[in-house]
């Protein structure tokens, strides 16, 4: 079933980025955004709102296309249709059926991605069982609430094992239990070789992660480990540094502007 | 495989959604019901009023299902008709018979018309000519005449408005963009949705022919399968072109706002109104219709009892049109995935 070949695929990193631009009705969201993640690297994107977090993950995956630039997934130049299959993807609207019950959506999500019969039904329960909503899969996800909405979009995304998982804020919603089991599955993930992209607001979240990247009005300014962007910054904490770095870029793109 | 996923979840969500099976089920059946009372009802029986109207005259009129009251003076009678007591005023003037017509309701007037000149006629010539139908007959109802094309138009109102209305939702609550960050292709979306629906489409097809024949009785003079057939694929039309026009609605709204501008005009040109005075030229905008090769071929059937050799034209077109949307609504899956 998994298509997504190529003989070094192993030693291909698992997104390429180079000079990506996106523009929208001419006001240019993403300039000129350049980065490598290796495979099995758990990678957090942080950044204001309406910096360009989705639209830059959106690329990524080929769902949307860059004006500018190249992207390669695992040493193949997307978009392109078998490299939907490599990854599993979690958008920032929930997008699910609500007059459908849990299971119902999950059976189709997995269908699309080609499980089908007694493997289809396994992992519809695995993944519910790592999100806790197994007693509730036979619901209609109209009478979810929202952190369940939340957990079923994500357990959807894990449905087909991708080797890649690209997840739009997937912890907003969640209780700090759940979330912390939410987040001890994707370093169980990550270390079993799992390439893992996540945006986030939470800043705890962001310190788990092997590396940041740090997206403000469309610019990358900084990609490093947690440790290395606190080091630089000369603060204490990713918060301070994510407020440091921020403060630094818009003196540099204020004295630019003059120009 | 992916077809049938997407084919099975619309069912699911179908049938979960009550309001919409009976918008889509009961609502064509409770309009032409209604159609059928409105246009169907008792032969026209005009009051008329008469003034000094030999009585051999008044005999004919009122054995030809027209109420005849007599009035002493003209001024009298005129005034009834301004009353809007009377339809008409018959009166015998210096030159002959003079008739003053009440001239609001068309139809009412020329029934009125067709009355006084027959039973004139029948004074006149005892020779009556023997009439036969070629088809259709004596108990011929208008509703009988416009029926078919009503039976079309429905099929095809209700299914253009759900597959506009449900693929439009598709987009704004962000499952299709679920959907095309699966490996699915941008056609078998397409055909995924024709499955789903196509088949509730043929079980609404089902249904409004069978009440419109059987309980409704409307005049049938051809094969049943043959109906069924012109009905799926009107719906299989309404069904591509309502998804492709929701592509450019952004939201249920806008769906609404295509009725005036592409159901109405159909339903103008499909032969719910004659249109032969109507010039040529304009005409012609019926062949861009596919509500008008599905109303001609519906008449055929059913009231000149036509087979296939005689609609088979129509049929073609409507699966050109079927496909033509089709293919339109895989390009237009573009602007939300390029591949
Ligand atoms: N389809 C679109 N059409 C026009 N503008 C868009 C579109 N999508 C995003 N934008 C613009 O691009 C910019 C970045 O949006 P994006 O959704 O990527 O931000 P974000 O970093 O994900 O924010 P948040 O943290 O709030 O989710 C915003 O200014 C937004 O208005
Ligand atoms: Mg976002």
Redesign the pocket.
Same mark, same amino acid.
């Given at each position: 079933m998994s298509a997504i070949p190529s003989m070094n695929a192993e030693l291909e990193p698992a997104l390429q980025l180079h000079q990506i631009q996106r523009r929208?009705?001419g006001k240019t969201?993403l300039d000129g955004i350049s980065l490598t993640i290796p495979q099995g690297e758990l990678f957090g994107l942080l *950044?204001?709102? *309406?910096? *360009?977090?989705?639209?830059?993950i959106k690329l990524m995956t080929g769902i949307d296309q860059a004006d500018g630039g190249s992207v390669r997934m695992l040493g193949e130049p997307i978009p392109q249709l078998k490299m939907l299959q490599a990854f599993g993807y979690m958008a920032?609207a929930d997008a699910l059926y609500n007059e459908l019950t849990g299971k119902q959506n999950l059976a189709f999500f997995g269908a699309l991605f080609g499980l089908k019969g007694e493997q289809l039904q396994a992992r519809i329960q695995a993944v519910a069982a790592l999100v806790e909503l197994t007693d509730h899969l036979g619901k209609p996800v109209g009478a979810y609430s929202g952190g369940m909405k939340r957990r079923l979009s994500l357990a959807a995304a894990l449905l087909h094992e991708p080797r890649l998982l690209v997840l739009d804020?997937p912890t907003v919603g969640i209780d700090p239990v759940l979330r912390r089991s939410v987040w001890a599955e994707l370093s169980t993930l990550s270390k079993q070789g799992v390439t893992i992209i996540v945006?986030t607001?939470v800043m705890d979240e962001a310190e788990k992660c092997n590396r940041l990247g740090m997206?403000r009005d469309g610019k990358l300014i900084a990609v490093d480990t947690p440790e290395a962007i606190i080091a630089e910054a000369g603060v204490a904490t990713i918060e301070e540094a994510f407020i440091a770095l921020g403060q630094q870029q818009a003196v540099r793109s204020g004295t630019g502007a003059t120009r | 495989m992916r077809i049938r996923a997407l084919a099975i979840r619309i069912i699911l969500q179908f049938i979960k959604d009550k309001r919409t099976l009976a918008l889509l089920f009961l609502a064509p059946l409770l309009v032409l019901s209604l159609m059928k009372l409105v246009f169907d009802g008792q032969a026209i029986s005009p009051d008329i009023g008469t003034v000094d109207l030999p009585e051999a005259y008044i005999g004919g009129l009122s054995n030809a299902n027209a109420a005849i009251i007599e009035y002493d003076s003209a001024d009298e009678a005129q005034q009834a008709l301004r009353e809007n007591n009377l339809d008409a005023v018959i009166q015998i003037g210096a030159n002959g018979p003079a008739i003053t017509l009440e001239g609001s309701d068309p139809s009412m007037n020329k029934a009125i018309l067709l009355l006084i000149q027959n039973t004139l006629q029948a004074k006149a010539s005892s020779i009556a000519p023997a009439v036969t139908y070629l088809h259709g007959g004596p108990d011929m109802a208008p509703f009988d005449s416009f029926g078919p094309v009503l039976i079309g138009f429905f099929s095809f109102f209700f299914v253009f408005l759900l597959a506009g209305v449900s693929f439009l939702r598709e987009r704004t609550s962000g499952t299709l963009e679920r959907l095309l960050a699966s490996p699915i292709r941008r056609s078998e979306v397409v055909l995924g949705y024709l499955a789903g629906f196509g088949l509730f489409t043929l079980v609404q097809s089902m249904l409004i022919a069978w009440y419109s024949i059987h309980v409704l009785g409307m005049y049938m003079a051809g094969q049943i399968g043959y109906v069924l057939l012109i009905n799926l694929l009107l719906s299989l039309t309404a069904l591509t072109l309502g998804t492709l026009l929701s592509s450019f609605a952004s939201n249920e709204f806008q769906i609404i706002q295509f009725i005036p501008i592409v159901i109405v005009p159909q339903a103008f040109f499909s032969g719910l109104f004659n249109l032969d005075a109507m010039n040529p030229w304009l005409q012609k905008i019926s062949n861009a219709m596919p509500l008008f090769y599905g109303a001609d071929a519906m008449q055929g059937i059913m009231i000149r009892g036509e087979g296939w050799s005689d609609f088979q034209i129509d049929v073609y077109v409507l699966i050109g049109f079927s496909l033509l949307f089709a293919l339109l609504n895989v390009l237009a899956l573009k602007k939300h995935r390029r591949m």
């Open positions: 929208f009705n969201v *950044g204001p709102s *309406g910096s *360009g977090k989705t639209t830059l920032q804020e945006t607001h997206i | -």
